[in-house]
């Protein structure tokens, strides 16, 4: 997990869409999961990005990679259609994580769009695994 403000694009590094916080992955294929219980609000058919609405009403948006909208769902496999009830863990998008960052700024994004009213820190900047607790709400 990374500062936002670091990654190589002004929406992102400038926090347009809303308080931010990146990641780095390791792995030649990465399944990017829920991070959040909710519902997926948005889910993009070129599977760079996708949005939760949480059941508690705040709404996030995780966007994989820099410019990936321009492989046009290359490398992503979609796991669950728009609309799907998730839980925190499930797996969303699929990613040829390795082959894309031949080509791709891989940084990730993890967007809270609405708060909901609620005042959410990320934690600590570091190695975080899936499961792990990065804010506090």
């Known amino acids: 997990m990374i500062d936002v403000t670091t990654?190589?694009?002004?929406?992102?590094?400038?926090?347009?869409?809303?308080?931010?916080?990146?990641?780095?992955?390791?792995?030649?294929?990465?399944?990017?999961?829920?991070p959040i219980n909710g519902k997926i609000s948005a889910l993009f058919p070129t599977g760079h990005a996708y949005g939760i609405t949480g059941d508690d009403g705040i709404e996030i948006l995780v966007?994989?990679?820099?410019?990936?909208?321009?492989?046009?769902?290359?490398?992503?496999?979609?796991?669950?259609?728009?609309?799907?009830?998730?839980?925190?863990?499930?797996?969303?998008?699929?990613?040829?994580?390795?082959?894309?960052s031949e080509k791709y700024d891989m940084s990730v994004m993890l967007i809270i769009t609405n708060s909901n009213g609620k005042k959410i820190s990320f934690k600590s900047y570091g190695d975080v695994k899936t499961k792990d607790v990065i804010a506090n709400i």
């Open 63 to 100: 966007h994989i990679g820099i410019d990936t909208v321009e492989a046009n769902g290359e490398g992503f496999e979609l796991l669950r259609k728009q609309n799907d009830q998730v839980k925190a863990g499930d797996d969303i998008v699929k990613v040829a994580y390795d082959k894309l």
């Open 7 to 34: 990654v190589n694009d002004e929406t992102f590094s400038q926090k347009m869409l809303g308080e931010s916080v990146a990641f780095l992955c390791e792995g030649e294929t990465v399944t990017f999961k829920a």
